[in-house]
């Protein structure tokens, strides 16, 4: 979803990420944007691995997730 990941985008370089987590980060808002959302939730899990507190990459699960549901019902 184009408009999620780029919401996501915005709040990553809003927040100041260090590299190695915005970098991990930007990975799950690319496969966000391409529809590809298990990969999605995979890029923002591991964006956790990096960073356990990081509120984005736990939104960017939570979207990821939502949409794969939506199109599994479509």
Request: no cysteine; aromatic share 2%; proline share 1%.
């Amino acid at each position: 979803d184009k408009e999620a990941a780029v919401a996501l985008e915005t709040a990553i370089t809003a927040s100041g990420a260090p590299e190695d987590l915005a970098s991990t980060l930007k990975t799950g808002t690319t496969h966000l944007a391409e529809g590809r959302y298990a990969e999605a939730e995979a890029g923002f899990g591991a964006a956790l691995e990096v960073s356990k507190d990081s509120k984005v990459a736990q939104v960017g699960i939570d979207i990821s997730r939502d949409r794969r549901r939506q199109a599994e019902k479509e």
